[in-house]
T-cell receptor, first 112, second 113 residues
Framework: DAKTTQPPSMDCAEGRAANLPCNHS???????VYWYRQIHSQGPQYIIHGLKNNETNEMASLIITEDRKSSTLILPHATLRDTAVYYC?????????????FGQGTELSVKP | KAGVTQTPRYLIKTRGQQVTLSCSPI?????VSWYQQTPGQGLQFLFEYFSETQRNKGNFPGRFSGRQFSNSRSEMNVSTLELGDSALYLC????????????FGDGTRLSIL
């Protein structure tokens, strides 16, 4: 079973920041938080991942709370092309290998 | 650099037949994983291969099998197809099995009549 909880849907105005929350209250110390998104009819796209420190790349920022029980993915300036289903996943390095356990994700709609 | 390539993109089969799907990973990637995506069950892990060996396996019947070749390309096979096998089958590759991010192809859409 997925170890994360996400709201089923969210709306965001184009040009504004999109903040997608994720709850992972049972996360273990060696589990990383990964974010992927899936645009209709395409495969999931890797966005970002982190362990306990906040992370930023060219696509997004990941903010992880100090107790690591929740995180937020931030798309700083959402565009219409960011409309997609966003998945938050916790994953253990080494032990689980390549296994990703997807939940239902958050369907983000970016509106003009 | 070319992404993960899956062939064919679309496939129609009938019940009882078997099917083979192909995945070419990103150049240099040695780990390949397979997932099934359906509207009801979402994305579910099938199996993972690394260095031609199956490393992880999901909770699917033995009709689902796979293999990996020395060039890291992978195939998955489904025998005795059932209507419920209609799904999008996704392949993902990563550098190794130490937790590097997986990169997905756009999948093969399998329809069972």
């Amino acid at each position: 079973d997925a170890k994360t909880t996400q709201p089923p849907s969210m709306d965001c105005a184009e040009g504004r920041a999109a903040n997608l929350p994720c709850n992972h209250s049972t996360i273990s110390g060696n589990e990383y938080v990964y974010w992927y998104r899936q645009i209709h009819s395409q495969g999931p796209q890797y966005i970002i991942h982190g362990l306990k420190n906040n992370e930023t790349n060219e696509m997004a920022s990941l903010i992880i709370t100090e107790d690591r029980k929740s995180s937020t993915l931030i798309l700083p300036h959402a565009t219409l092309r960011d409309t997609a289903v966003y998945y938050c996943i916790v994953r253990v390095f080494l032990v689980q290998g390549g296994k990703l356990i997807f939940g239902q994700g958050t369907e983000l709609s970016v509106k003009p | 650099k070319a992404g993960v390539t899956q062939t064919p993109r679309y496939l129609i089969k009938t019940r009882g037949q078997q099917v083979t799907l192909s995945c070419s990973p990103i150049s240099g990637h040695r780990s390949v994983s397979w997932y099934q995506q359906t509207p009801g069950q979402g994305l579910q892990f099938l199996f993972e291969y690394f260095s031609e060996t199956q490393r992880n396996k999901g909770n699917f019947p033995g009709r689902f099998s796979g293999r990996q070749f020395s060039n890291s390309r992978s195939e998955m096979n489904v025998s005795t197809l059932e209507l419920g096998d209609s799904a999008l089958y996704l392949c993902a590759s990563s550098l190794d099995v130490t937790g590097q991010p997986q990169h997905f192809g756009d999948g093969t859409r399998l329809s069972i009549l």
